[in-house]
């Protein structure tokens, strides 16, 4: 157990469809960070929150959305689904606002869309 | 942009051999790069990390990783293979922003 914690671990949708993706960091961690893990596109940044504010963003669709709330867990949002959107979604989790020491990373959510 | 080239969609030993999965660097600043190692159906778990110390890393379950600024290398090394390290491992640099580039990763199977 890596301490970070993703919900939920499978998620089977229809195009069209809205869905949120949860991720709590490891205890003590301030920045979270969201990577899309696809086939194709191996893996993508996301996007980044620090302490509940946007640090960074990345290769995020306008139909993604995200936020982190007071108790630092994060919320992914991704609307409007198409089928290209199936793919394993990580969240990381690290001590401070930067990369460099590494990241803690969750087990994933394995999105499909039908 | 920083960025990471890994050498090799897939390498096959046999148990017992020599790994060595390659990886290259292209970073404007001293870079901070990691190797991370993913099981099958988890997520990834951090190997080893380079941060401008020693040039020679050493991680977990035996494996390290030499960093050679002439060549702009970090290649990942395990003197002995073994069945439980057939995994993919992906190589990372620090990017803009401070978040992780990573490779697109190398299956490695362990062959008996």
């Known amino acids: 157990d890596s301490g970070v914690t993703q919900t939920p671990k499978h998620l089977i949708t229809a195009t069209g469809q809205r869905v949120t993706l949860r991720c709590s960091p490891r205890?003590?961690?301030?920045?979270v960070y969201w990577y899309q893990q696809s086939l194709d596109q191996g893996l993508q940044f996301l996007i980044q929150?620090?302490?509940?504010?946007?640090?960074a963003k990345g290769n995020i669709l306008e139909r993604f959305s995200a936020q982190q709330f007071p108790d630092l867990h994060s919320e992914l949002n991704l609307s409007s689904l198409e089928l290209g959107d199936s793919a394993l979604y990580f969240c990381?989790?690290?001590?401070?606002?930067?990369?460099?020491?590494?990241?803690?990373f969750g087990s994933g959510t394995r999105l499909t869309v039908v | 942009a920083q960025s990471v080239t890994q050498l090799g969609s897939h390498v096959s030993v046999s148990e017992g051999a020599l790994v060595l999965l390659r990886c290259n660097y292209s970073?404007?600043?001293?870079?901070?790069l990691f190797w991370y190692v993913q099981y099958p159906n988890q997520g990834l778990q951090l190997l080893l990390k380079?941060?401008?110390?020693?040039?020679l890393v050493k991680g977990i379950n035996g494996f390290e990783a030499e960093f050679k600024k002439s060549e702009t290398s970090f290649h990942l090394t395990k003197p002995s293979a073994h069945m439980s390290d057939a995994a993919e491992y992906f190589c990372?640099?620090?990017?803009?922003?401070?978040?992780?580039?990573f490779g697109k990763g190398t299956k490695l199977t362990v062959n008996p």
């Open positions: 990381a989790s690290s001590l401070v606002g930067q990369g460099n020491y590494g990241y803690t």
């Open positions: 205890s003590g961690d301030l920045s």
């Open positions: 929150y620090y302490n509940g504010e946007e640090r």
């Open positions: 970073s404007s600043v001293p870079p901070y």
């Open positions: 380079y941060t401008s110390a020693a040039t």
């Open positions: 990372a640099v620090v990017g803009g922003s401070e978040k992780l580039v």
